[in-house]
């Protein structure tokens, strides 16, 4: 659906990526592999497990914060899309596949108990999260004269000194780093971004998929509880005989 939404809305661009084709070449020499297979793995991760309940939470914060990190990164111009746009609308429905992809790919490393032990995730957590920060920092300081870039970095800072699960965190960005490399091998090789570094990809890109997969988590967490919240204090009255004053005593 999000493929013929695209198509749809955005036909110029799918209009445009078609008029590469040679029919002097046959198609099957021509057809973008890498694109494919990530499109399938990640169909079938999706489908794996599917629950509206759930996934509607993952949906609406990969929406949001997919927005909130293109905006951040053309906006200072750590990226640039090959349409200039900033952002590019068509490229935020991307973000909850990804998210919902991520969310599978924990699901399964759960389901094998990859790591039980809670002392070696810890320390795992803050040597991959400390190394992040750093990383991020060297990565983005040319663009520290611009206030959505300090803001980036606080908003990081913060989520990594403030752990919540580190064991869950840990799988978390393992899993989207995994899925992130093979996303940004394939936007930055087929110039439909690209890095003011020019690398095809650049490790902190990659790496940050995953931390951006942890961000979603943690605040799909936070949703989900002021949710529970919000609905204990909205319970209904029975109705009752009000005329019978021993009732209306031990309602009260």
Not at 90 to 100: C, R, Y
Not at 106 to 121: A, C, D, M, W, Y
Not at 157 to 175: D, E, I, K, Q, W
Request: glycine share 4%.
């Amino acid at each position: 659906m999000v493929i013929l939404l695209i198509l749809i809305v955005w036909w110029p661009l799918a209009e445009e990526y078609l008029s590469y084709f040679d029919p002097n070449y046959p198609i099957i020499y021509q057809l973008d592999w890498l694109l494919i297979g990530i499109f399938m793995v990640m169909s079938l991760l999706i489908m794996t497990g599917a629950d509206f309940k759930k996934d509607i939470w993952i949906i609406l914060v990969g929406l949001g914060g997919g927005l909130m990190i293109e905006a951040w990164g053309t906006q200072t111009n750590i990226w640039t899309y090959y349409t200039h746009e900033r952002p590019p609308l068509w490229i935020i429905p991307a973000w909850p596949i990804a998210s919902l992809s991520i969310d599978r790919l924990v699901s399964i490393l759960n389901l094998i108990k990859i790591g039980e032990n809670p002392r070696f995730f810890r320390f795992f957590y803050w040597i991959i999260f400390i190394s992040f920060v750093f990383l991020m920092i060297y990565y983005v300081y040319p663009t520290f004269d611009k206030p959505l870039s300090w803001i980036a970095v606080f908003l990081t800072v913060f989520l990594v000194l403030t752990p919540t699960n580190t064991r869950t965190a840990s799988l978390t960005f393992v899993a989207g780093v995994s899925l992130g490399y093979f996303l940004e091998k394939w936007g930055t090789t087929r110039l439909c971004w690209m890095y003011y570094t020019m690398a095809t990809p650049p490790l902190f890109a990659v790496c940050a998929h995953g931390f951006a997969a942890v961000a979603f988590w943690r605040t799909k967490m936070y949703l989900i509880q002021w949710e529970h919240k919000f609905s204990r204090r909205i319970i209904p009255l029975p109705l009752v005989n009000v005329s019978n004053p021993k009732i209306v005593d031990n309602i009260k």
